[in-house]
């Protein structure tokens, strides 16, 4: 969705090194997501963010640090990359609408390689 | 988050109807059933959810039978751009439930 934009979508980085990917959205969304999806498997919850001053810790957190810099950025740090981080790094947004519903929707995709 | 099962992967021929199910027995009254489908290591494109009514839009219909314990995906007439992993995710509305994605269904659709 070209409402919601990636930076890089490619990088290869070495073990021990400092990554941040961020995302950017322009669909006016409070709720933003990171997400890592290895090969063959399907998406995993790094972190979330439902507004500005709230950061959540997903399914896998560990190794990962957020930053939610304003209602349309949300960055996704590597504090010292490792080989296993190597993977499809998703970021979307949401908003909740009246009943309940929350339709996430997601940006290109950064493919992160750590040698 | 309601565990879905789905197949691991499906054919169709181009121009018939992809119907891809769903079992989720779990589903509590308040989940709604969502499905995405990735296209190579494209972002996961949404594609339809619902509660209990079935619902159709320019994409696709789905199906949720009466006791909401499994669903059907229907692309009415499949293209080749159609090829990618669907994925079938429950998900409730209360603060904090987050989508969970499985492995998904591979659909092929053939020439």
Same mark, same amino acid.
């Given at each position: 969705d070209a409402d919601v934009t990636q930076t890089p979508r490619n990088r290869i980085t070495k073990t021990g090194k400092r990554i941040m990917l961020e995302c950017s959205q322009t669909?006016?969304?409070? #709720?933003?997501?990171? @997400?890592?999806? /290895?090969?063959?498997?399907?998406? #995993?919850?790094?972190? @979330?963010?439902? /507004?500005?001053k709230d950061i959540n810790k997903g399914e896998i957190s560990d190794g990962y640090s957020v930053s939610r810099q304003a209602q349309a950025k949300f960055s996704l740090s590597l504090e010292s990359a490792i080989p296993n981080q190597t993977a499809l790094?998703?970021?979307?947004?949401?908003?909740?609408?009246?009943?309940?519903?929350?339709?996430?929707?997601f940006g290109p995709g950064t493919r992160l390689t750590v040698l | 988050d309601a565990k879905t099962t789905q197949p691991t992967s499906m054919d169709c021929a181009e121009?018939?109807?992809?119907?891809?199910?769903?079992?989720h027995s779990t589903i509590s009254g308040n989940e709604y059933v969502y499905w995405y489908r990735q296209i190579h290591s494209q972002g996961p494109q949404y594609i339809i959810h619902g509660l209990k009514n079935n619902e159709t839009n320019e994409m696709a219909s789905l199906i949720?039978?009466?006791?909401?314990?499994s669903s059907t995906l229907i692309l009415p007439h499949a293209t080749l751009r159609d090829t990618a992993?669907?994925?079938?995710?429950?998900?409730?509305?209360?603060?904090?439930?987050n989508f969970v994605f499985g492995p998904g269904t591979r659909l092929s659709v053939l020439p």
């Amino acid at each position: 969705d070209a409402d919601v934009t990636q930076t890089p979508r490619n990088r290869i980085t070495k073990t021990g090194k400092r990554i941040m990917l961020e995302c950017s959205q322009t669909k006016g969304h409070d #709720r933003m997501y990171w @997400y890592r999806q /290895d090969p063959g498997l399907g998406l #995993r919850l790094i972190y @979330y963010s439902f /507004d500005v001053k709230d950061i959540n810790k997903g399914e896998i957190s560990d190794g990962y640090s957020v930053s939610r810099q304003a209602q349309a950025k949300f960055s996704l740090s590597l504090e010292s990359a490792i080989p296993n981080q190597t993977a499809l790094y998703f970021c979307a947004t949401s908003d909740l609408k009246f009943g309940g519903t929350d339709t996430q929707y997601f940006g290109p995709g950064t493919r992160l390689t750590v040698l | 988050d309601a565990k879905t099962t789905q197949p691991t992967s499906m054919d169709c021929a181009e121009g018939r109807a992809a119907n891809l199910p769903c079992n989720h027995s779990t589903i509590s009254g308040n989940e709604y059933v969502y499905w995405y489908r990735q296209i190579h290591s494209q972002g996961p494109q949404y594609i339809i959810h619902g509660l209990k009514n079935n619902e159709t839009n320019e994409m696709a219909s789905l199906i949720i039978t009466e006791d909401r314990k499994s669903s059907t995906l229907i692309l009415p007439h499949a293209t080749l751009r159609d090829t990618a992993v669907y994925y079938c995710i429950v998900r409730g509305y209360n603060y904090g439930q987050n989508f969970v994605f499985g492995p998904g269904t591979r659909l092929s659709v053939l020439p």
